[in-house]
């Protein structure tokens, strides 16, 4: 159970943290999409873009709609639509210092 706002500030910043949910929310940044559409677009099973896109709801980062037999996702919101641009301009003015940390987790 998370007890403080840092705890929650941490588990939020995790559903960002894994480079198969970053292909996943890349691929929401163009609209509504089916397990079937983000798998065909993103390496994996489609039980593992399941466990990611369950993590990314958990995190209050990602929405479901269940339309017949179809769960489609899509960005909770223009917020996170303008964190994840927010992330790519940042990324533009360090990319260096990043590909050259001594600390990357693989």
């Given amino acids: 159970m998370l007890n403080t706002a840092l705890d929650t500030k941490v588990q939020f910043l995790h559903g960002f943290s894994h480079k198969t949910r970053i292909q996943i929310l890349d691929l929401l940044q163009d609209g ?4 079937s ?5 993103v390496s994996g099973s489609q039980s593992s873009i399941s466990q ?4 990314l709801r958990g ?6 709609r269940q339309e017949g037999k179809f769960m489609h996702y899509s960005l909770r919101n223009d917020k996170v639509r303008n964190l994840l641009n927010m992330f790519d ?3 533009n003015d360090v990319e260096k210092d990043v590909q050259s940390c001594q600390h990357q987790i693989d």
Avoid: D, P
């Avoid at 509504?32 to 397990?35: C, D, I, L, N, R």
């Avoid at 990611?52 to 993590?55: R, Y």
């Fill in 89 to 91: 301009e940042v990324l």
């Fill in 52 to 55: 990611h896109l369950a993590c």
């Fill in 59 to 64: 995190c209050g980062i990602v929405i479901g």
């Fill in 37 to 41: 559409e983000i798998t065909k677009s």
């Fill in 32 to 35: 509504e999409k089916t397990v």
